[in-house]
């Protein structure tokens, strides 16, 4: 099964509303971070928050971490049209030298 | 290179035949992956390689999968006697050592017919 699973799965919102999904996993682990894939190809890096931190921000990008309810959200405030994609969520379990398992992920449209 | 660059981009292949996807991750990157995407899927985890130590395989789904990195560079993903089911996205990433960021490559589009 899967380490960490998305919710929603789907969100479609309007342009200039926030958008916020969240992750939940199963193990400790070291670090978690959020992916972006665009057109079902390469994945793109967004942030990463450490097991020792509670909340990061990066531009329009905020991501909270929970350990003791094992999960995360991410919220993305103002959203745009380019930012419809499909977002992931990815943890670095240390027992497993660090391996990173993806979720299945949450499709973001965001209607102009 | 720059990024991470896989190929061949799409492979349309019979059912049956031996493909080879191969992978080249950043240069000085020790860790290497290799997912699976099947069409508004997540990705499935298939094979992690770190550095000397031995590779993760829990992931690769049958016998007829395998993967191997040589000189701690480029990697290779073999899929024998394909099946319709092996139909999907193949995903590289490549890390550096320690608590950072992958970098994805843009894919194998894997058709099985």
């Known amino acids: 099964s899967q380490q960490g699973e998305e919710d929603p799965q789907a969100l479609s919102i309007q342009e200039g509303e926030n958008a916020t999904m969240n992750c939940s996993y199963k193990?400790?682990?070291?670090?978690l971070q959020w992916y972006r894939q665009n057109s079902g190809r390469g994945l793109v890096h967004l942030i990463l928050?450490?097991?020792?931190?509670r909340e990061k921000h990066s531009g329009r990008l905020r991501v909270t971490l929970d350990t003791s309810k094992k999960s995360s959200s991410l919220l993305i405030t103002a959203s745009r049209a380019a930012d419809t994609a499909s977002y992931f969520c990815?943890?670095?379990?240390?027992?497993?030298?660090?391996?990173?398992?993806f979720g299945g992920g949450t499709r973001v449209l965001v209607k102009p | 290179g720059a990024g991470v660059s896989q190929s061949p981009s799409n492979k349309v292949t019979e059912k049956g035949k031996d493909v080879e996807l191969r992978c080249d991750p950043i240069?000085?990157?020790?860790?290497l992956y290799w997912y699976r995407q099947s069409l508004g899927q997540g990705l499935e985890f298939l094979i992690y390689?770190?550095?000397?130590?031995?590779?993760?395989k829990s992931g690769l789904p049958s016998d007829r999968f395998s993967a191997e990195r040589t000189g701690g560079s480029v990697s290779t993903l073999t899929i024998q006697r394909t099946q319709q089911e092996d139909s999907a996205v193949y995903l590289c990433?490549?890390?550096?050592?320690?608590?950072?960021?992958?970098?994805f490559g843009q894919g194998t589009r894997l058709t099985v017919v």
């Open positions: 990433a490549s890390r550096q050592t320690g608590v950072t960021e992958a970098f």
């Open positions: 390689f770190q550095g000397n130590s031995a590779p993760d």
């Open positions: 990815a943890t670095a379990v240390k027992a497993a030298g660090n391996k990173l398992t």
């Open positions: 928050i450490r097991s020792n931190e």
């Open positions: 240069s000085g990157h020790t860790a």
């Open positions: 193990t400790s682990i070291n670090n």
